[in-house]
């Protein structure tokens, strides 16, 4: 598909996970992954993660499971190649750069 001019590929759940082992990837999981893009030609995995309003219980599980702090307003964290930017009220853009050729 194409969006806005830019490459990009719809992964199911077990493709976004093998690419992202990070991610829980199991049915019973709190939030559930259903999928996301990929954007082959910069190798770039985007991930949407929205928890609900005040569940400060799953927000520190996602922070464990990813293995950084999930973000503060208007900020920003990095570890190796996966970022996490705040968007909004427990909601994050996650980023994921495979820096291998």
């Known amino acids: 598909m194409r969006l806005n ?3 990009a590929e719809f992964l199911g759940r077990d ?4 690419l992202a082992p990070r991610l829980d990837s199991s049915s019973d999981a709190r939030f559930p992954i259903r ?5 082959l030609r910069q190798n770039l995995v985007l991930l949407d ?6 569940d400060d219980r799953a927000v520190a599980g996602a922070s464990n ?8 307003p ?3 964290a990095t570890t190796g190649d996966l970022s996490c930017l705040w968007l909004a009220p427990y ?4 980023v994921l750069v495979d820096a291998s050729p």
């Open 65 to 72: 499971k990813l293995g950084l702090p999930l973000p503060a």
């Open 15 to 18: 493709e976004l996970c093998s």
């Open 74 to 76: 208007d900020a920003a």
């Open 5 to 7: 001019g830019i490459d």
């Open 35 to 39: 999928g996301g893009l990929i954007q």
């Open 49 to 54: 993660l929205a928890v609900k309003r005040g």
């Open 91 to 94: 909601h994050w853009l996650l």
